[in-house]
């Protein structure tokens, strides 16, 4: 089981967890890794979001990476899948992201990308981890002219924005919106995007200092984003997380679009367009029931992996699939960017709606969304592990399906990037599946909390 890596990248709390220390020694063996075998200075490219701690940890990592001999493009604050662009835009042979995602701002992480611009597969990340834990002294530090170097790209922004630009065969002239930076990466990239595409926006949360990333604002809280759009008569919102790589939208009415519904009427759009490879989505097994009956109704093919948007890359790279993502915003359009990407969902859905000149509520109407019930549950470490051999947590799981039978589904999994269980309860009569819910959590909280 991975001792550094979950389902994004490291993560934890910064100066605790995620110190200047493990940032040196991972920058040090993902070097080491990642290059092995090739006779020229490796190239790293390193991004960061806006929290506090992210200068100290793109010192430590650049130091690291320094000491192999690597040299480092530092880009600055920029959106996770901008690193991941920009890796292979500047021919580097790896890329680090320092960002805890949507977290508060005292968690920090970091996100790894091979030269392709593809997150690292588990084993890699395994020989990173081996490295850093077990066998630091085997990576071979270097001296003298050896030393790697590090350089700062000003036209970072620049180059991300400019090929965002180019994946939208329609501008959004005259669209009246609203954007929600969530004090985050994308504070740093969507003014300059936006205003290419001609539309008039009216930006929130887009004045980071440090500690206000996901605070009350972005894609995990629109409830600031829904109040605006509505009263300012706007005809929808999108919302950021903190390094942009999930977006959130909402309707003209205030009305929460999210993932699934951002997957439907981009699936069906491309579909129409002849541009949805073998007519398939690739969705997790939190994907919603109602976009699955979609998929049947609309003659698309719905696969489904487990939780992360590199288990949906995964299968979309194995199949050949060029579209697919999650409820939480994490959607890939696999033939622009090789990652989830929050503003490219964003004006690629905004597109579409300028192209056919609907309201977003009537494009989100192609699905209707079963009710689900969600409760994350804290937990320890030790909690997390005891899940997976707990005979009464998986005995009230079990039960709890029978009674649910063909009108609904649980779901009950481990975060990979935070100390929580998390239980899905979905189905079509709403009293019963919070009720089914509630009778999970309660076991889940007397076995492992």
């Known amino acids: 089981m991975a001792r550094l890596f979950g389902t994004d990248g490291v993560r934890g709390l910064a100066n605790e967890d995620m110190t200047a220390e493990l940032a040196m020694s991972i920058g040090r063996a993902a070097a080491a890794v990642l290059t092995q075998g090739r006779r020229r200075r490796p190239l790293v490219v390193i991004g960061k979001d806006t929290r506090l701690s992210s200068d100290m940890l793109e010192s430590a990592l650049a130091a690291g990476l320094c000491s192999v001999g690597a040299d480092v493009i530092i880009v600055g604050v920029m959106p996770t899948p901008a690193v991941a662009f920009l890796v292979r835009q500047y021919k580097a042979d790896a890329g680090i992201m320092i960002s805890a995602s949507h977290n508060p701002y005292p968690y920090n992480g970091i996100k790894i990308f091979s030269g392709d611009g593809f997150k690292l597969p588990d084993d890699l990340e395994n020989r990173i981890e081996a490295l850093v834990l077990d066998e630091p002294e085997t990576i071979k530090l270097v001296k003298n002219e050896n030393l790697g170097t590090m350089s700062y790209r000003k036209t970072a922004v620049n180059d991300y924005v400019t090929h965002l630009v180019t994946t939208v065969p329609t501008h959004l002239d005259g669209m009246r919106i609203a954007v929600d930076c969530a004090n985050g990466s994308a504070s740093a990239t969507a003014k300059q995007l936006f205003e290419e595409l001609g539309a008039e926006v009216d930006f929130l949360a887009c004045e ?107 299968e979309m790279e194995i199949e050949g699939y060029r579209f697919g993502g999650e409820q939480s915003g994490h959607v890939i359009f696999r033939d622009f960017a090789t990652t989830g990407d929050g503003q490219l969902t964003a004006i690629q859905l905004l597109s579409h709606m300028r192209r056919c000149g609907k309201k977003l509520s009537e494009l989100a109407s192609v699905m209707t969304r079963y009710p689900q019930e969600m409760v994350n549950i804290k937990v320890s470490p030790e909690g997390k592990l005891a899940f997976y051999n707990n005979e009464a947590v998986h005995d009230i799981v079990q039960q709890q399906k029978e009674l649910l039978g063909d009108e609904g589904r649980v779901v009950v999994r481990v975060s990979g990037t935070e100390p929580l269980i998390r239980v899905m309860v979905e189905g079509k009569d709403g009293k019963a599946i919070k009720a089914v819910a509630a009778e999970i959590a309660k076991v889940v909280k007397a076995e492992l909390v």
């Open 208 to 314: 980071p200092d440090g500690v206000n990333i996901n605070e009350g604002v972005g894609s995990t809280h629109l409830e600031v984003l829904q109040k605006y759009v509505v009263e300012h008569g706007l005809e929808a919102g999108v919302a950021f997380d903190g390094d942009a790589d999930r977006c959130l939208c909402v309707d003209e009415k205030g009305k929460v679009v999210d993932g699934d519904f951002i997957m439907a009427i981009c699936a069906l759009d491309m579909k129409e367009r002849g541009k949805l490879r073998k007519d398939t989505v690739v969705g997790t097994i939190m994907t919603n029931m109602g976009f699955q009956k979609f998929c049947e109704e609309n003659d698309i093919r719905f696969e489904a992996t487990k939780v992360g948007d590199r288990y949906v890359l995964e």
